[in-house]
């Protein structure tokens, strides 16, 4: 059973910067793949970035680009979103999320899911 949470969400004025964690526990498989998603009031729940497993690999949305980073430290279980240059458009709620197959760009591909982290930007 894979269990997720994260943390270190809050409150920050546009410009600034946030790091997010998600403590992971659990069996990983060398395939499994590892997200960040967000979801804003009235909206639907976004990618924001993925990693794979087995390669470390990384995709982020168009939107994020050059400003969040997905990095994990296997040693403590965590996965991090740094999030720099925040704007207020990036206010959401942030989950981390995991599923067995590879990366997968659509929520529902998705098999485990922490219960979120409110990120707000004020401008």
């Known amino acids: 059973q894979v269990q997720l949470a994260e943390s270190g969400g809050g409150l920050v004025q546009a410009g600034g910067s946030l790091r997010l964690s998600c403590a992971y526990s659990g069996v990983f498989l060398s395939s499994q793949a590892m997200a960040w998603f967000r979801q804003a009031p009235g909206k639907e729940r976004d990618l924001v970035g993925s990693i794979s497993w087995s390669t470390g690999s990384t995709v982020y949305a168009d939107s994020v680009k050059g400003r969040f980073t997905i990095s994990r430290d296997n040693t403590k279980n965590t996965l991090f979103l740094q999030m720099n240059s925040l704007k207020p458009e990036d206010t959401a709620l942030y989950y981390c999320?995991?599923?067995?197959?590879?990366?997968?760009?659509?929520?529902?591909?998705?098999?485990?899911w922490g219960q979120g982290t409110q990120v707000t930007v004020s401008s």
């Open positions: 999320a995991t599923r067995k197959l590879g990366l997968g760009s659509i929520w529902s591909q998705y098999d485990y």
